[in-house]
């Protein structure tokens, strides 16, 4: 891979790695802080709203630039200033603040990123994959260790250790200050065509509720884990261990879709993770089960 592709890798890097520190244990930090479940709830509430909220108002400025890239880093710089109040913050209502603007910067870059990458890549496309997965190896890597890091630190660290991984994002970022503006994608004339078609709303609420299947796993899995009496290490080498296995599905993909088809395998999905849920429910004290 040349040199041009690769600060993409980077990138991808150190933006899932900081992913990895903050999705596994933010709650933890919240918790160690003395908050209850409310407050960490209502930490990932506003990261998921933020996802909703900060891409297209990021992209309403950055698709009028001529250097999208400078924007593109600048989303970066105000991500590490905004997290980098999480430093000073213990209140609820002062975590809550800090949160709704860390996650509107930090949720915007990566869409931007994800339009900057295809046209770097141009007729390489098949390429994308390698570079991506190096986000996936970020986050595994940060995941898996942060867990016995904090155990040696104290979760109410967690801002101060996690800081270094936006500032290397920021640093990251850097290089792409010049990357051209993404190509315009042709849109359909009828933009509500998709929603007319047959199964495409079943389809759509099969997705929704598998989402919503997941919202307290986000949010509550490593506390859920710790109240069982599993330390840091162990939680974080099972963060890691979901992460392995996403790769490795991610990787055979094309070939299980052939295999069995996309519905089968979603019927598949969907009965593997009713039964996942309940075994974290019933068995959370037993490391083997988990």
Same mark, same amino acid.
């Given at each position: 891979?040349?040199?041009?592709?690769?600060?993409?890798?980077?990138?991808?890097?150190?933006?899932?790695?900081? #992913?990895?520190?903050?999705?596994?244990?933010?709650?933890?930090?919240?918790?160690?802080?003395?908050?209850?479940?409310?407050?960490?709830?209502?930490?990932?509430?506003?990261?998921?709203?933020?996802?909703?909220?900060?891409?297209?108002?990021?992209?309403?400025?950055?698709?009028?630039?001529?250097?999208?890239?400078?924007?593109?880093?600048?989303?970066?710089?105000?991500?590490?200033?905004?997290?980098?109040?999480?430093?000073?913050?213990?209140?609820?209502?002062?975590?809550?603040?800090?949160?709704?603007?860390?996650?509107?910067?930090?949720?915007?870059?990566?869409?931007?990123?994800?339009?900057?990458?295809?046209?770097?890549?141009?007729?390489?496309?098949?390429?994308?994959?390698?570079?991506?997965?190096?986000?996936?190896?970020?986050?595994?890597?940060?995941?898996?260790?942060?867990?016995?890091?904090?155990?040696?630190?104290? $979760?109410?660290?967690?801002?101060?250790?996690?800081?270094?991984?936006?500032?290397?994002?920021?640093?990251?970022?850097?290089?792409?200050?010049?990357?051209?503006?993404?190509?315009?994608?042709?849109?359909?004339?009828?933009?509500?065509?998709?929603?007319?078609?047959?199964?495409?709303?079943?389809?759509?609420?099969?997705?929704?509720?598998?989402?919503?299947?997941?919202?307290?796993?986000?949010?509550?899995?490593?506390?859920?884990?710790?109240?069982?009496?599993?330390?840091?290490?162990?939680?974080?080498?099972?963060? $890691?261990?979901?992460?392995?296995?996403?790769?490795?599905?991610?990787?055979?993909?094309?070939?299980?879709?052939?295999?069995?088809?996309?519905?089968?395998?979603?019927? #598949?999905?969907?009965?593997?993770?009713?039964?996942?849920?309940?075994?974290?429910?019933?068995?959370? $004290?037993?490391?083997? $089960?988990?």
């Amino acid at each position: 891979m040349d040199a041009s592709l690769r600060r993409f890798s980077v990138f991808y890097f150190f933006y899932y790695a900081a #992913i990895g520190a903050y999705t596994p244990y933010v709650g933890r930090w919240v918790d160690a802080l003395g908050h209850g479940g409310f407050v960490v709830g209502g930490m990932l509430v506003l990261w998921y709203a933020s996802r909703v909220l900060g891409p297209p108002a990021w992209a309403a400025l950055t698709t009028r630039s001529a250097q999208p890239g400078y924007w593109f880093v600048a989303g970066c710089a105000l991500t590490l200033l905004a997290f980098s109040g999480f430093l000073f913050t213990t209140s609820a209502w002062a975590l809550l603040s800090v949160m709704a603007v860390f996650g509107l910067f930090y949720n915007a870059v990566m869409p931007q990123f994800e339009a900057m990458t295809p046209t770097a890549l141009g007729p390489r496309a098949n390429l994308y994959s390698r570079l991506r997965v190096w986000g996936s190896i970020g986050f595994l890597i940060v995941a898996g260790s942060y867990g016995a890091l904090l155990d040696k630190v104290g $979760a109410q660290n967690f801002a101060w250790v996690s800081l270094p991984l936006f500032v290397l994002m920021l640093a990251a970022a850097w290089p792409h200050r010049h990357d051209a503006r993404p190509e315009p994608v042709a849109t359909a004339a009828d933009a509500g065509h998709l929603w007319k078609r047959p199964g495409v709303r079943r389809f759509l609420l099969v997705a929704l509720l598998m989402q919503m299947g997941f919202g307290p796993f986000y949010v509550f899995y490593t506390l859920h884990l710790q109240a069982a009496g599993h330390s840091g290490t162990v939680i974080g080498l099972l963060w $890691a261990l979901g992460v392995l296995v996403e790769i490795a599905v991610f990787w055979q993909a094309p070939r299980l879709i052939a295999r069995f088809g996309a519905s089968r395998l979603l019927m #598949i999905c969907l009965a593997v993770t009713v039964l996942r849920w309940s075994v974290t429910a019933l068995f959370a $004290a037993s490391l083997p $089960a988990m």
